[in-house]
């Protein structure tokens, strides 16, 4: 979408007949970003730019930004970086210092948050992002960089709490997680929690982003005899793990994954091959969310259907979240200047549809994870703070046996 440059209406503000006073109309606030609209992980990036646009309708129906008696309109520029890191930060240079946009929104993925929001620290544009939970984003002291996913080093926190509570526990448990800075994140944060947990690790291996085969792994883990498998990757990655799992008769007791369970296109894609799956989730339409916007989380996850055609996600909500952060810190500091939006988004507290946004100093927020099962046709919620919420379909049968 082109910026518009609008004339600001005079000061003198318009008294309407009924009494009420109208803000003059000023100049769009334009958000850039830089998203996999094309490429391998394009089917979860399209979250982004679908959350992104609604987020902007939304906030634009209901009268748009107040900014020193001045309503503006959210606009949105963005750019398909292809699944391609060097890309996204070419284009992310290029919102910044040819399009002239005001302040940035994220891309998916860690490994794209964390080389992109280099481009914001070094020019002082904020970017809030809900695509990149890596700790490293977080570690390196920058400024202008606000994540809404929480930590990936405690992704598998619930989950390793539900695995002491399982019966059986299970007896030996496989760390399985991409080279990328999300997956290694978690990794490394996984590990002592299952150390803490006493549980007995029998694989820790690392395996190629975007891999395609999983044979070898699959052979170690069905030649082990392990119980329990955690898998850190992205959705195509999964969804050719699980396939594989399936070819290869390779049904441990559970598999847990960090992505694709909470996504209505993963459980499409694998049908009755999801049963039983675990994941995990910071975000469910729930009606106790409330929001400035959209009312609540359920009116929000309707609305976002009948848009698109298919179900939000945590992916989705963060996203809103990133958009709805931008337009509160703007209204908080009474001004679209990067550096004083950027110490309103320091200091910003409200809730949003997605849950309580505030940042900690390193500007990320933390939520907690509910672990997931897709049992059947539905995705329950099975563990979550005070322990089982839903019974977990526990021990998983042979894939013949079900």
Do not use: C
């Not at 309109?73 to 398909?80: E, H, P, Q, S, T």
């Amino acid at each position: 979408m082109s910026r518009r440059l609008l004339h600001a209406l005079p000061a003198l503000a318009l008294v309407l007949s009924a009494g009420a006073v109208a803000a003059p109309e000023a100049p769009d606030i334009v958000l850039g970003a830089s998203i996999q609209l094309t490429g391998p992980v394009a089917n979860t990036g399209r979250y982004y730019r679908d959350a992104y646009q609604i987020a902007v309708d939304q906030i634009n129906a209901a009268g748009g930004v107040k900014i020193g008696g001045a309503a503006h309109k959210l606009a949105l520029k963005i750019y398909d970086n292809q699944s391609d890191v060097n890309l996204s930060v070419r284009q992310y240079t290029q919102l910044v210092t040819q399009d002239k946009v005001n302040l940035l929104l994220g891309p998916f993925a860690s490994n794209f948050a964390l080389a992109d929001s280099a481009v914001s620290e070094k020019y002082k544009v904020p970017m809030v992002q809900g695509g990149g939970a890596s700790d490293q984003i977080f570690s390196r002291k920058f400024k202008y960089i606000f994540g809404t996913l929480a930590p990936a080093s405690n992704y598998f926190g619930s989950t390793v709490e539900m695995l002491k509570a399982l019966k059986p526990v299970p007896a030996s448990v496989a760390l399985l997680y991409a080279d990328d800075s999300f997956d290694v994140s978690v990794a490394q944060g996984t590990r002592p929690l299952l150390k803490a947990a006493g549980l007995h690790v029998a694989m820790d291996e690392r395996y190629s982003t975007n891999a395609t085969d999983f044979n070898s792994l699959l052979s170690q883990i069905k030649s082990k005899k392990v119980d329990a498998v955690l898998v850190a990757g992205h959705e195509t990655e999964i969804l050719n793990f699980v396939r594989q799992a399936k070819s290869l008769a390779v049904a441990p007791k559970m598999y847990s994954f960090t992505v694709g369970v909470p996504s209505e296109d993963f459980r499409k894609a694998l049908g009755a091959d999801a049963d039983y799956a675990f994941g995990m989730t910071a975000w469910l339409p729930s009606a106790a969310l409330k929001d400035r916007w959209f009312g609540d989380a359920e009116q929000f996850a309707r609305a976002y259907k009948a848009k698109y055609g298919y179900d939000p996600d945590y992916h989705a909500a963060s996203g809103v979240a990133d958009v709805e952060a931008l337009a509160q810190a703007m209204e908080s500091a009474g001004s679209m200047d990067p550096q004083k939006v950027r110490d309103a988004l320091a200091k910003t507290r409200f809730d949003s549809l997605y849950g309580p946004i505030a940042f900690n100093a390193h500007g990320q927020i933390d939520l907690p994870q509910v672990v997931i099962q897709v049992q059947g046709d539905k995705l329950a919620e099975v563990y979550g703070a005070k322990g089982f919420i839903t019974q977990p379909k526990y021990p998983m049968p042979a894939w013949n046996a079900r």
